[in-house]
């Protein structure tokens, strides 16, 4: 049951300090602890309480959800300091968000939902067709989540939503872990198909929301390079890059994971769409498994490395700029001459450019040479802020190597 929500009239009044107002009147969403003149009051209210901020001068700045034990204290809802933040206010973002999906994909299939992207700060949803997985990552989003699902019920008629409120982002906001189903019955069968391969989808024990649809146009890129290619897949998880890879015509996949129910899931996968005679299992730890290549003298035409993220926090960040150089060296030393390389970060704490030069480090250090043939991220149904640059997580290029 989701906390009853602040009428109008009583919505807390919060005040920036003095010239802390630049980034907001700029068009940022957040407001950080120390830009607000905190009292007792406002550190007794609720996380995900609604609010009113005000600059120092006492010029509105918006409607805010607040957290009082929070880095990011308050995330912007809506420019108008007065806006009823309720059924009505979901369900007109997220139709809006429905509209550019639809515009961008012939199938329901896809990130419906991106967080701030999409004007609702800490919510995700994903789709697979009429099954929605939500994640609500701020406390705001969690008090909301009544009205969420009856705008959900509203807008798609779902048969079932599931939450997959286990993110590492929701304990920096002091909300509990939950997987469950919040509405309707879940298929005993859910499937995305992605470049004629049909794949299953574990809502409630899969990683994430069960898919990744960030790599999707990524997929397509290297799968249309894999014709008559040997290729080697390797933190495959259940084979998304692999088995697209087999579809589009590879002549040898090698998929490489160290789970093995990740694998047995790939393996099945590849048997029911027919893929399993061009499909090698190879149950390894990444690094190992590419340093032993490296002495057996194997090549492969296109090599692909989309690692979980190194940098899980701060503290993770020297220690993952040196696991991504590595790897970028082992996995180059894979890549037969004239071959393709696909290396992808998912790490928040690490920079584009930081990645691209652990890259070129790496390529440096396994004495090869070679040419960037494409850098790109997430797909367009993970719109960024524009005063978000940094929550375009993911990282990824594509390389030709001599």
Not at 139 to 152: D, S, V
Not at 197 to 204: I, M, N, Y
Request: hydrophobic residues 45%; contains cysteine; glycine residues 10%.
């Amino acid at each position: 049951m989701s906390a009853p929500l602040p009428a109008e009239s009583s919505r807390p009044t919060l005040r920036l300090l003095p010239g802390h107002d630049r980034r907001l009147r700029a068009g940022h969403p957040w407001v950080f602890s120390n830009e607000l003149a905190w009292s007792p009051p406002l550190r007794g209210l609720a996380p995900g309480t609604v609010v009113r901020i005000e600059a120092a001068s006492g010029r509105p700045e918006g409607t805010f959800f607040f957290n009082p034990h929070s880095l990011i204290a308050a995330r912007r809802l809506d420019r108008d300091p007065e806006a009823a933040i309720d059924r009505g206010f979901v369900a007109a973002r997220l139709e809006r968000a429905a509209a550019l999906r639809a515009r961008l994909f012939a199938a329901p299939y896809h990130r419906l939902c991106h967080a701030e992207g999409d004007g609702l700060p800490g919510l995700v949803i994903d789709r697979y067709g009429d099954v929605l997985v939500t994640s609500h990552n701020t406390a705001g989003m969690a008090a909301l989540e009544a009205e969420i699902l009856a705008a959900l019920a509203g807008l798609f008629a779902p048969a079932a939503v599931v939450a997959r409120d286990d993110s590492h982002a929701r304990a920096l906001e002091g909300l509990p872990e939950r997987v469950a189903v919040l509405a309707g019955t879940l298929p005993e069968r859910v499937v995305v198909e992605e470049g004629g391969v049909a794949f299953p989808v574990d809502p409630l024990g899969g990683q994430k929301t069960g898919w990744f649809y960030d790599q999707r146009f990524n997929r397509d890129r290297v799968a249309a390079l894999a014709a008559g290619a040997r290729v080697l897949d390797v933190y495959c998880h259940t084979g998304a890059f692999g088995l697209r890879c087999a579809a589009a015509g590879a002549a040898h996949v090698t998929l490489a994971d160290r789970s093995g129910p990740a694998l047995a899931l790939a393996a099945e996968t590849a048997r029911a769409n027919g893929l399993a005679g061009r499909i090698e299992i190879r149950r390894a730890e990444a690094f190992g498994l590419l340093e032993r290549l490296a002495g057996e003298g194997g090549r492969f035409d296109l090599v692909v490395c989309d690692p979980p993220a190194f940098a899980k926090s701060r503290k993770d960040h020297g220690p993952a700029l040196k696991g991504y150089e590595k790897l970028a060296r082992l996995a180059a030393a894979a890549v037969a001459p004239g071959g393709f390389l696909f290396l992808a970060s998912c790490s928040h704490h690490v920079a584009a450019a930081e990645f691209a030069a652990c890259v070129a480090r790496g390529l440096a250090r396994a004495g090869r040479e070679g040419r960037i043939l494409r850098l790109s991220g997430a797909g367009p149904d993970h719109p960024v802020h524009p005063h978000l640059p940094e929550s375009a997580y993911l990282k990824a290029v594509l390389l030709q190597l001599d």
